[in-house]
C-alpha cells in the first residue's frame, strides 16, 4: 500500500467512539463499519493491538507515534475521507500523552481538544453508554471468565463462565469508575458528544446507526439498507439468572455476629 494511496484517503472529517468495555461499543462500531462511509472504526491506539493494525496495513511504526497516527488514519479512511477510531476512558490519559509527547500535534501547553483537533481533522465525540450497569457488569463479568469480548459466529468460549459475586461486584465498581473518567473528560474540555444508549441502539439498530451518522454529516446512497449486526447479544438464561441471584443475595439481611 503506497504513500499515494494513503494521501489520496487521508481523513477530512474523524470521529471517536468513547466507550468502556461492555458498553455496545462493537455492537455501534460493526454498524458504521458495514455502512462502508463511516471510516473503520477499531482501537487503532490500544498498545498491544498497534502491531497487529500495523502488519494489516503495511505501516512501519519504528518511524514514531506521530506518524503511525497520521498512517493508520489514511490507510483506514473510507473513500469519502471519513476516519473514525475507539478509546476506552482507561487508557484516555496514555492515549494522550503519546500524542503530547510526539510534539507534533501540540507542546506541553496545547489544550487536550485542541490536541486532538489537530491530530484528527474536525473530530467528533459519539459517547456510547449503558443505562443498566448491573447488566453491563454481569456482561463484563462473564466476558473475563469466557474469554469472548465480541459473540460471533464461529466463536467458542475458552471456559464455562461461573456465578461470582465478587467479580461482578468488581465489575460494577470498574465500569462505575471508567464512566466517571469520561464525564470528567467531557466536562473539562467543553464537549457535549453525541450519547448512544445501548439499550436504544438494540432497541432500533437501523434508526440508531443513521441518527450516528446525521451526527457525523455522513450520507448514505439512496436505499442504502443497515443490515441487521453481526455482534450477537450475550444476553441469555445464564444471563437472567446470574441478575437474580446477585440481587437477590445482595439484599439479603447480613447476618449479625454476636460477641
Not at 24 to 38: I, K, M
Request: aromatic content about 10%; glycine content about 6%; hydrophobic content about 40%.
Amino acid at each position: 500500500m503506497g504513500g499515494l494511496f494513503h494521501k489520496l484517503r487521508h481523513p477530512r472529517r474523524c470521529y471517536v467512539v468513547c466507550a468502556i468495555p461492555r458498553s455496545g461499543s462493537n455492537l455501534l462500531t460493526d454498524g458504521l463499519h458495514a455502512t462502508r462511509r463511516a471510516g473503520r472504526p477499531k482501537q487503532f491506539f490500544l498498545r498491544k493491538t498497534e502491531s497487529d493494525f500495523a502488519a494489516t496495513h503495511n505501516l512501519d511504526l519504528s518511524v514514531g507515534f506521530a506518524a503511525y497516527v497520521r498512517d493508520i488514519s489514511a490507510a483506514t479512511a473510507t473513500s469519502n475521507e471519513v476516519f473514525g477510531f475507539k478509546l476506552m476512558s482507561w487508557y484516555l490519559n496514555d492515549f494522550l500523552g503519546r500524542l503530547r509527547e510526539t510534539g507534533a500535534f501540540g507542546d506541553a501547553g496545547t489544550t487536550d481538544l485542541d490536541l486532538l483537533q489537530n491530530a484528527f481533522p474536525r473530530l467528533k465525540f459519539v459517547h456510547v453508554f449503558r443505562r443498566h450497569k448491573l447488566r453491563q457488569a454481569l456482561s463484563k463479568a462473564r466476558a473475563h471468565q469466557t474469554g469472548l469480548w465480541k459473540v460471533q459466529e464461529g466463536k467458542t468460549s475458552q471456559r464455562e463462565p461461573q456465578f461470582d459475586a465478587e467479580l461482578i461486584e468488581q465489575c460494577l465498581r470498574e465500569s462505575e469508575e471508567q464512566e466517571k473518567l469520561w464525564g470528567r473528560f467531557f466536562q473539562r474540555i467543553g464537549i457535549d458528544p453525541l450519547r448512544i444508549e445501548y439499550e436504544t441502539l438494540c432497541e432500533d439498530y437501523e434508526a440508531t446507526i443513521r441518527r450516528v451518522l446525521d451526527f457525523l454529516q455522513i450520507s448514505l446512497p439512496r436505499r442504502a439498507h443497515i443490515g441487521p449486526p453481526a455482534t450477537i447479544r450475550q444476553a441469555d438464561d445464564i444471563s437472567r439468572a446470574w441478575e437474580k441471584r446477585f440481587l437477590a443475595e445482595r439484599s439479603a439481611p447480613q447476618s449479625v455476629v454476636q460477641i
